[in-house]
C-alpha cells in the first residue's frame, strides 16, 4: 500500500507563486511514476505534470514554461513549483502515483489540496 500526503496550497494572487509536496509512505519502492492533477469545480480530473523513477517528465500545454515537477528520492517525495500562476490554475490539486510490482499494477492518489488564485 502507498500514502501519499500533500501539502503546500493555498490562496495566492495571479502571477504568484505556489510550491506544492506530496510525501509517500508505504511500499514507495514500487512506485514506478508520480505525478500531479487538477480538478476544477464541474470539470474533468485533468494531468498537470508527471515524473518517471527515470527521471522523465510530461507536462500539460497550459502549464509549459510555468511548472516544474521534480522529485526528492531520498526523502520520498514528490514537488510541483507554480510560478506565474493565473486564476484558470484554480483547482483542487491531486498527487498520484503509478505502483507497479510483478503483475500488480495500480493508482494511488492523495486526498488534495486546494489552489486558489486571486485576481
Known amino acids: 500500500q502507498v500514502l501519499l500526503v500533500e501539502s503546500g496550497g493555498g490562496l495566492v494572487q495571479a502571477g504568484g507563486s505556489l510550491r506544492l509536496s506530496c510525501a509517500a509512505s508505504g511500499s514507495v519502492s514500487s512506485i514506478a511514476a508520480m505525478g500531479w492533477y487538477r480538478q476544477a469545480p464541474g470539470k474533468q480530473r485533468e494531468l498537470v505534470a508527471t515524473i518517471t523513477s527515470g527521471g522523465s517528465t510530461n507536462y500539460a500545454d497550459s502549464v509549459k514554461g510555468r511548472f516544474t515537477i521534480s522529485r526528492d528520492n531520498a526523502k520520498n517525495t514528490v514537488y510541483l513549483q507554480m510560478n506565474s500562476l493565473k486564476t484558470e490554475d484554480t483547482a483542487v490539486y491531486y498527487c498520484?502515483?503509478?505502483?507497479?510490482?510483478?503483475?500488480?499494477?495500480?493508482?494511488?492518489w492523495g486526498q488534495g489540496t486546494q489552489v486558489t488564485v486571486s485576481s
Open positions: 498520484k502515483a503509478d505502483y507497479s510490482r510483478i503483475s500488480v499494477r495500480r493508482d494511488y
